[in-house]
């Protein structure tokens, strides 16, 4: 059985154990990788190769979007993991950046983790 391996970008200790227990939770699914800083995130992405990034924008050092970025523009780098935003911002040219950079999805955390988990389980359950 494959599994969905997963990265998450987030610099919150709080949502990163929430998003981890319910990743880990989840049949298909592993957690490959947490990262807090976008130059963590881009390192852990280049060695793991995951199937998924889950980027939040806001991070202690860097960005997402410079996430987001890298993977556009480098995929013989990072390969090409389907990409979603988790974030607080929710600003819609922001939303339109991401867009460009080829995001799949552009969840909200203060009231979309639901939405989230049910597209990480749709991912998981086509793997």
């Known amino acids: 059985m494959r599994r969905l391996k997963i990265v998450l970008v987030e610099d919150s200790v ?20 947490v990262a807090a800083t976008e130059e963590a995130a881009l390192s852990t992405i280049a060695k793991n190769h995951p199937d998924l990034v889950v980027v ?33 911002n929710t600003s819609k040219g922001l939303k339109s950046r991401c867009e460009a950079l080829g995001i799949e999805g552009y969840f ?20």
Request: aromatic letters at 6%; charged letters at 25%; hydrophobic letters at 35%.
């Open 56 to 88: 939040d924008l806001q991070l202690k050092e860097g960005d997402g979007l410079g996430v987001l970025r890298a993977l556009y523009s480098q995929s013989k780098k990072y390969g090409d993991p389907k990409k979603v935003v988790f974030t607080n």
């Open 14 to 33: 709080l949502l990163q154990e929430m998003v981890t227990e319910v990743i880990e939770s989840m049949p298909k699914t592993e957690l490959v990788g």
């Open 108 to 127: 909200d955390k203060s009231y979309q983790l639901d939405d989230l988990t049910d597209y990480v389980s749709s991912l998981s359950a086509s793997s």
